[in-house]
């Protein structure tokens, strides 16, 4: 049963324009969000969260957005750039002392 | 480097030999997650642990995998006659407290082939 579903596993777009990663989730105790980002043969690293609290959290080019009826979560991406081409892996948890859910990823390629 | 240290960072077992990985967190961090990653999958969590608990092994298969975060040293996560199917990238990542959004930083992972 997974919890974090990001159902997009790719996704090119070209350089200069936004890209948006989807991220959808089932379990209505997630308290909180969180995006990283991956490159091959490395460890994920953080990129951005969100609180359930919150509907949108920006940092730079980055943007998440949460949807908590939907239970649907975005990643804006804007203007994207080649060194983004990466694996985003969505994440949640619970409040409490409990581990990251994470979603299978979505590789997005930019484009020159 | 004050980030999250694995090693080995590749490592080659035959079938039926055990693999140990270690794991040693950020500087003050108590809180310890593994991970495994399976070829075109994502994150699958395996073991939570606070220094010397336990917190929840649910992820963690029943037989052939243990781990341990003692009070010194690094946490370990041993796989005893491992086998083909346990050939994957294993993450480990550590956090200063294990609720809200407190981040868990990732190590660079230990790519375990089993030949």
């Known amino acids: 049963d997974q919890q974090v579903k990001q159902n997009s596993p790719s996704l090119s777009v070209q350089e200069g324009r936004i890209s948006i990663l989807n991220c959808d989730y089932t379990?209505?105790?997630?308290?909180?969000f969180l995006w990283y980002k991956k490159y091959p043969a490395e460890g994920p690293t953080f990129l951005i969260s969100?609180?359930?609290?919150?509907d949108k959290n920006e940092d730079g080019r980055f943007t998440v957005f949460l949807n908590k009826s939907a239970k649907h979560l975005s990643l804006h991406i804007v203007p994207s750039q080649p060194g983004d081409s990466a694996v985003y892996f969505c994440?949640?948890?619970?409040?409490?002392?409990?581990?990251?859910?994470f979603g299978k990823g979505t590789r997005l390629s930019v484009i020159a | 480097n004050a980030g999250v240290m694995q090693n080995p960072r590749h490592l080659v077992r035959r079938r039926g030999q055990e693999a140990r990985l270690r794991c040693s967190p950020m500087?003050?961090?108590?809180?310890v997650y593994w991970y495994r990653q399976l070829p075109e999958e994502g994150l699958k969590f395996m073991v939570y642990?606070?220094?010397?608990?336990?917190?929840?092994e649910s992820g963690m298969p029943k037989e052939r995998f243990s781990a341990e975060f003692p009070k010194e040293g690094p946490s370990i996560l041993r796989i005893q006659q491992v086998v083909r199917g346990d050939s994957a990238a294993y993450f480990c990542?550590?956090?200063?407290?294990?609720?809200?959004?407190?981040?868990?930083?990732f190590g660079q992972g230990t790519r375990l082939t089993v030949v």
């Open positions: 642990l606070q220094k010397e608990n336990i917190i929840d």
């Open positions: 994440a949640a948890r619970p409040s409490g002392n409990t581990p990251l859910v």
């Open positions: 500087k003050g961090h108590s809180h």
């Open positions: 969100i609180s359930s609290i919150k």
């Open positions: 379990n209505s105790m997630f308290d909180y």
């Open positions: 990542a550590s956090s200063l407290s294990g609720t809200g959004d407190s981040r868990a930083f």
